[in-house]
């Protein structure tokens, strides 16, 4: 079992531009969920996507917007990035929403 | 809106002591709490799962307890070793909404 996996694993962009991050959940869970975390800060919650759907959203600006595709794998666009953007970016997987297990992130800097 | 809080933001302690880490949180309403270890610049490992129903779980050296009318849960982390050099979060996950909740967490440095 590979476990819950990213890609990229490192990423710098420009402010403005629009920026996809991928997500593939442990193998038997059906909902990801996406985290933005901070340098010294914990996790804070962006959405969660359960049967292709948004099923919870925290309080993230639309620029922060998601897809899930029929084989469970996510999808998180941020568009017109902005340097508050820069942050590691966590995937977790789960079944139905309970325990999560989380993948390695991707980091993402914006100059 | 859950907030969870972890004291202290660092800890520092020689190798062989016990460690006592400590996460509060204002809504009991939650379905699990789950501790998580960190190592820098990497993702979240999951260590230990509390069911809302359960007051404490064990693995290993590790020991997580839950007081869910206090808002409280407390990992107890023994005999403490170098490689337990990391920081440590704890997550609350809300039966209203299935958001999880961090705390900032709690930076351990086990000196050798």
């Known amino acids: 079992d590979a476990g819950v996996t990213q890609s990229p694993t490192h990423l710098i962009k420009t402010r403005g531009q629009q920026v996809t991050l991928r997500c593939s959940p442990k193998s038997g869970h059906d909902t990801v969920s996406w985290y933005q975390q901070a340098l010294g800060q914990g996790p804070q919650f962006i959405f969660q996507y359960y049967e292709e759907e948004e099923r919870q959203r925290g309080n993230f600006p639309d620029r922060f917007s998601g897809h899930q595709f029929p084989n469970y794998s996510s999808e998180l666009n941020v568009n017109a990035l902005l340097l508050g953007d820069s942050a590691l970016y966590l995937c977790a997987s789960s079944l139905t929403g309970f325990e999560q297990y989380f993948g390695p992130g991707t980091r993402l800097t914006v100059t | 809106k859950q907030e969870v809080t972890q004291i202290p933001a660092a800890l520092s302690v020689p190798e062989g002591e016990n460690l006592v880490l400590n996460c509060s949180f204002t809504d009991s309403a939650i379905y699990n709490l789950q501790w998580f270890r960190q190592d820098p610049g990497k993702g979240l490992t999951s260590l230990l799962l509390i069911q809302s129903s359960q007051r404490e779980q064990t693995s290993g050296r590790l020991n997580a307890s839950l007081d869910k009318s206090s808002g409280r849960s407390t990992l107890y982390i023994a005999a403490s070793q170098p490689g337990d050099s990391a920081t440590y979060l704890c997550?609350?996950?809300?039966?209203?909404?299935?958001?999880?909740?961090f705390g900032a967490g709690t930076t351990v440095t086990v000196r050798a």
């Open positions: 997550a609350a996950l809300s039966s209203n909404d299935y958001k999880l909740s």
